[in-house]
C-alpha cells in the first residue's frame, strides 16, 4: 500500500512538472489588466447662495458669481455666508 502512493506521489510530481513546462513562463497577470485611465482634476466651485460645492463646468454664472441651480440664481447671494 505504501509503495502504491509513492508511486502515485512520483507519478503526480512528474506530470506537474511536465505541465508546468509545456504552459511556458508564467506571467504577470497585473501586466495584462486595463490601467486606469489618466483623469485631470476637475475644477470646483461654490454656489453663492447655499454654499454648495459642484463642478465649475455645471455651475450657472452671474456675473462674477456662481449658483448651482438657476433658482439659486434668481435668489442672489446667501446674506449670511454659510459655515
Known amino acids: 500500500m505504501l ?3 509513492l508511486v502515485l ?3 503526480g510530481i512528474g506530470v506537474w512538472s511536465l505541465v508546468t513546462r509545456l504552459r511556458g513562463p508564467r506571467r504577470d497577470r497585473t501586466a495584462d489588466a486595463p490601467k486606469p ?3 485631470t482634476p476637475v ?3 461654490e454656489c453663492a447662495h447655499c454654499g ?3 463642478p465649475a463646468a455645471d455651475a450657472v454664472p452671474e456675473g462674477s458669481r456662481l449658483y448651482c441651480s438657476d433658482a ?4 442672489g447671494p446667501a446674506r449670511v ?3
Do not use: G, I, Q, S
Open 81 to 83: 455666508p454659510p459655515e
Open 43 to 45: 475644477v470646483m466651485a
Open 37 to 39: 485611465a489618466e483623469t
Open 52 to 54: 454648495l460645492h459642484l
Open 9 to 11: 506521489l512520483v507519478v
Open 3 to 5: 509503495k502504491f502512493l
Open 72 to 75: 439659486h440664481r434668481r435668489l
